[in-house]
């Protein structure tokens, strides 16, 4: 098994400019999240999925959306890039677990900065 | 919201000596996960902890639970060269999301 695997791991985008930030993950798990984590601030909930269809907003949503139309997939969509969307961000899975106390399974990150 | 506070954001240590750190929830938890992180990479889920007063080990690391449900600690004995690295907690009191706490960033000194 891959585990979580997030595409691309680095990327330099203008400000404006959009792009979208893949997540994919082989272990059958019905929730999927996206955290962001800059220096200090520990990780904010941007987006989760708790199966395919169905997302809700985290912490942060703004300028960001997202998708979910299968199980594995769970892309971050960036839309007009600004500064502070610099960052390194983290997509998760997780099983439902009993009273959601399933472990986060993390991918490698994407490590994004907006010039 | 929930916020999950965490404490101290950094620890220098002494190959050897041990430390603790801290973590506060403004809500009652239904459960506490830790995860460490090593320098450049991403965390990794070390143990959660859900009954009142719990407290687990995982040879020189020790985790508490608060009795009610509201902290947690992390203590590390005799530490290594290996611990370093950022230890996160994070508190869940709803079903799918967890809140984190900033992080403890440990470096030692050989």
């Known amino acids: 098994n891959a585990g979580v695997t997030q595409t691309p791991k680095f990327r330099i985008l203008k400000i404006g400019q959009s792009m979208t930030l893949q997540c994919a993950q082989d272990?059958?798990?019905?929730?999927m999240y996206w955290y962001r984590q800059d220096p200090g601030m520990g990780l904010k909930l941007i987006y989760y999925?708790?199966?395919?269809?169905?997302?809700d907003k985290g912490e942060v949503p703004n300028g960001y959306n997202v998708s979910r139309s299968t199980t594995e997939d769970f892309p971050l969509r960036l839309e007009l890039a600004a500064p502070s969307q610099t960052s390194v961000y983290f997509c998760?899975?997780?099983?439902?677990?009993?009273?959601?106390?399933?472990?986060?399974?993390f991918g490698n990150g994407t490590r994004l900065t907006v010039t | 919201g929930q916020q999950v506070m965490q404490i101290p954001q950094y620890q220098h240590v002494q190959e050897g000596e041990d430390f603790t750190t801290y973590c506060n929830s403004s809500?009652?938890?239904?459960?506490i996960q830790w995860y460490k992180q090593r320098p450049g990479g991403h965390p990794v889920f070390l143990i959660q902890?859900?009954?009142?007063?719990e407290v687990k080990k995982q040879k020189r690391l020790t985790f508490q639970f608060g009795e009610a449900k509201k902290n947690s600690s992390l203590h590390i004995t005799a530490t290594q060269t290996t611990d370093v690295g950022t230890y996160f907690c994070a508190g869940r009191s709803n079903d799918y999301k967890l809140s984190f706490g900033a992080g403890t960033t440990v470096t030692v000194r050989a």
């Open positions: 902890l859900v009954k009142s007063g």
């Open positions: 999925s708790v199966g395919a269809g169905i997302t």
């Open positions: 998760a899975s997780s099983l439902p677990g009993t009273g959601g106390r399933s472990p986060l399974h």
């Open positions: 272990m059958n798990h019905n929730y």
């Open positions: 809500t009652t938890l239904s459960n």
